[in-house]
T-cell receptor
Framework: DVKVTQSSRYLVKRTGEKVFLECVQD?????MFWYRQDPGLGLRLIYF???????EKGDIPEGYSVSREKKERFSLILESASTNQTSMYLC??????????????FGPGTRLTVL | GEDVEQSLFLSVREGDSSVINCTYT??????LYWYKQEPGAGLQLLTY?????DMKQDQRLTVLLNKKDKHLSLRIADTQTGDSAIYFC???????????FGTGTKLQVIP
């Protein structure tokens, strides 16, 4: 079974702190994604990566950056956390397929509260 | 850009059928998905359908696709309390492209 793990289930940080959210997948997937989930807004894509050291902006990249130094690990960084970044953060991965579905495999999520 | 819309909430009695609806705007959608998110967990793929299909059945789940109206539905027969979750509709063009998710429908099953 594909396993996607996230470093923390719950995190509380203060405004202005630098925050690192880590995600690791064990299925050698090329693609990795960071979403935030907010009530009534569904999942919104923050950043994604199709390869090591490669990153692409999603729909809401402002206030975030990412790092992918190894294939299995994708980190989301909040350079200076703000209260409007309080949310559930979900990491996902998927394999490269030239044709076929883009099924994504999700981690359990990190609920981040910024005070 | 792509847009996927769902109603936010649905409440059904245990044993009844649930129907969760979704509309999408991207005419190049090749794959349409239903994901389930149980409380405190990430999303898990339930089922998907190719855009050239009208219907797909998998045990208690039936997916109906009206491509002309860009409307997708998920029917859960004999709904159980364990079906209580948030259900996300999603679409993608296929071939390692971005997946666009809907807002999610929270299904509440009343015993």
């Amino acid at each position: 079974d594909v396993k996607v793990t996230q470093s923390s289930r719950y995190l509380v940080k203060r405004t202005g702190e630098k925050v690192f959210l880590e995600c690791v997948q064990d299925m050698d997937h090329e693609n990795m994604f960071w979403y935030r989930q907010d009530p009534g807004l569904g999942l919104r894509l923050i950043y994604f990566s199709y390869d090591v050291k490669m990153k692409e902006k999603g729909d809401i990249p402002e206030g975030y950056s990412v790092s992918r130094e190894k294939k299995e690990r994708f980190s989301l960084i909040l350079e200076s956390a703000s209260t409007n970044q309080t949310s559930m953060y979900l990491c996902a991965s998927s394999p490269n397929v030239i044709t076929g579905t883009d099924t994504q495999y999700f981690g359990p999520g990190t609920r981040l509260t910024v005070l | 850009g792509e847009d996927v819309e769902q109603s936010l909430f649905l409440s059904v009695r245990e044993g009844d059928s649930s129907v969760i609806n979704c509309t999408y705007t991207d005419s190049s959608s090749t794959y349409l998905y239903w994901y389930k998110q149980e409380p405190g967990a990430g999303l898990q793929l339930l089922t998907y359908i190719f855009s050239n299909m009208d219907m797909k059945q998998d045990q208690r789940l039936t997916v109906l696709l009206n491509k002309k109206d860009k409307h997708l539905s998920l029917r859960i027969a004999d709904t159980q309390t364990g079906d209580s979750a948030i259900y996300f509709c999603a679409e993608s063009p296929g071939g390692y492209q971005k997946v666009t998710f809907g807002t999610g429908t929270k299904l509440q099953v009343i015993p």
